[in-house]
C-alpha cells in the first residue's frame, strides 16, 4: 500500500467494528450516513471512518434523531475526519437534543396543566 492508498473495510468488518448486523451497515448506506465504493467485483468497501459514523449515528438515534437527521450532520464531514470534525458534530447534536428536550418539557407541561389534550393536540406549547 502507498502513502496516499486507505485501507478499506468490508461490510461485516464495519459490522463488526460498529457493533450492528451487516444489514444495517447497508442500511446506513442507503440513507447516507456512510459512503461505500464498489471494487471490480461489485464489494462494497468502506474507509475507516465507516465505523464510528455508524456509532455516532446510532447514539443520535437514541436521542431522537431521524436517520435522515444524522445523514445531514454529517453533510460536511470530511471523508477523513479529524478530532476537530467529530467536535463540531458534537456540537451541533448536543445543541438539537437540547432543543427536543425544551421542547418535551413544553409537551409535558401542558399535558400536566389540566387542558384538554384534544386542545393541547390543536395547539403546539413549544411554539
Not at 459490522?15 to 444495517?24: E, M, R
Not at 467536535?87 to 396543566?113: D, F, I, N, P
Request: charged share 30%; hydrophobic share 40%.
Amino acid at each position: 500500500m502507498t502513502v496516499l492508498e486507505h485501507r478499506t473495510y468490508s461490510v461485516s468488518e464495519v459490522a463488526t467494528d460498529s457493533g450492528v448486523a451487516p444489514s444495517a451497515v447497508r442500511f446506513y448506506e442507503n440513507h447516507g450516513v456512510v459512503t461505500a465504493v464498489r471494487t471490480a467485483g461489485n464489494q462494497r468497501r468502506f474507509d475507516e471512518s465507516a465505523a464510528c459514523r455508524i456509532q455516532v449515528a446510532k447514539l443520535a438515534q437514541r436521542v431522537g434523531l431521524s436517520v435522515r437527521e444524522i445523514a445531514d450532520l454529517f453533510t460536511d464531514l470530511p471523508v477523513d475526519p479529524q478530532r476537530e470534525d467529530w467536535e463540531r458534530v458534537a456540537g451541533r447534536l448536543v445543541t438539537e437534543v437540547e432543543q427536543r428536550v425544551r421542547h418535551l418539557k413544553a409537551q409535558l407541561a401542558a399535558m400536566e396543566s389540566g387542558a384538554k389534550l384534544c386542545e393541547i393536540g390543536r395547539h403546539d406549547p413549544a411554539r
